[in-house]
């Protein structure tokens, strides 16, 4: 549960560790492991600690008891929020982590009603979150390959943490309402459109725009009914399938319409169109 503090007296190493840092959201530190009969000392972190399992069974101790952790369990522990142990006896444990620092989370804080963001607290033993934890994992995985889109990855993280504060801080309490800020739409999509080929940041998109990352994202998908992300897509497939039919190649296409290559395309051009470019330039030249 920690990159930092040292293991049990006979510990064995991980089967699977590996740590990395999201440059685009601050540098903010992820984690994935699987444990085997390895135990974490007292130990606590200036950052959050939000880990999801994905396999097997850990028994951490934290809050004065030990809890009983499965696949789609949350473990959310406060900044110095002391906490111990790992997986039982001949038992494994598959688990991603994220620390996200004070800093932002009280920006995530800026999304709720009063007069100045704070920081949460979370109390209680396990968050059992369908919703939150699809949105975790889903932000943990596509920060794993360098190529993924930057904007969807930011995208879930955000979803996932209002959802989260919302939901199971101390007190539960709903995000205000996303307003309309047109302005600050029409500018972002605009931006969108306009750098087309670029794996946009939804920090640059939220600056060009002139709200907060997180406020960026409820107010967009209020007014088009789609994510950044979502409509990032739909102008690279409209822009493909200009450069298809202008007579491209469609690795070229691909290319200049800001897929990072023909698959990408392909699966993205399907699910908008209904078709794979082939057979849509197929059926648009005969």
């Avoid at 028994?59 to 952790?69: A, K, Q, W």
């Avoid at 107010?219 to 990032?232: L, S």
Wanted: proline residues 8%; neutral net charge.
């Amino acid at each position: 549960m920690t990159r930092a503090s040292g293991p049990s007296s006979n510990p064995q190493e991980a089967d699977d560790a590996r740590m990395w840092r999201a440059p685009d959201l601050g540098g903010v530190e992820l984690f994935r492991a699987t444990l085997s009969e390895f135990a974490f000392r007292p130990h606590a972190h200036e950052e959050f600690f939000i880990a999801l399992t994905e396999d097997g069974l850990a028994t951490p101790m934290y809050r004065g008891e030990r809890h009983v952790i499965g696949p789609g369990d949350l473990i959310v522990l406060n900044p110095e929020e002391a906490h111990a142990g790992g997986p039982p006896a001949e038992v494994s444990w598959t688990y991603r982590a994220l620390y996200p620092r004070p800093d932002l989370m009280r920006e995530i804080m800026a999304e709720f009603p009063g007069d100045k963001p704070t920081m949460p607290e979370f109390g209680g033993d396990v968050v059992r979150d369908q919703e939150v934890t699809a949105r975790l994992r889903r932000f943990h995985r596509l920060s794993e390959p360098p190529a993924s889109s930057m904007l969807e990855r930011e995208a879930n993280l955000v979803g996932a943490l209002v959802l989260l504060v919302g939901r199971h801080a101390i007190p539960p309490q709903a995000p205000g309402p996303p307003g309309r800020e047109r302005g600050a739409v029409r500018r972002s999509r605009e931006y969108l459109e306009e750098h087309v080929e670029e794996n946009v940041t939804l920090e640059a998109l939220a600056r060009f725009a002139g709200l907060s990352a997180f406020h960026l994202c409820r107010v967009f998908r209020k007014a088009v009914g789609m994510t950044p992300h979502a409509y990032q897509t739909q102008v690279r497939v409209r822009r493909a399938k200009s450069l298809l039919m202008a007579g491209l190649p469609i690795t070229l296409a691909a290319a200049q319409a800001g897929f990072y290559d023909q698959a990408h395309l392909t699966r993205h051009f399907k699910r908008i169109v209904g078709l794979t470019p082939g057979r849509y330039l197929k059926d648009a030249t005969t």
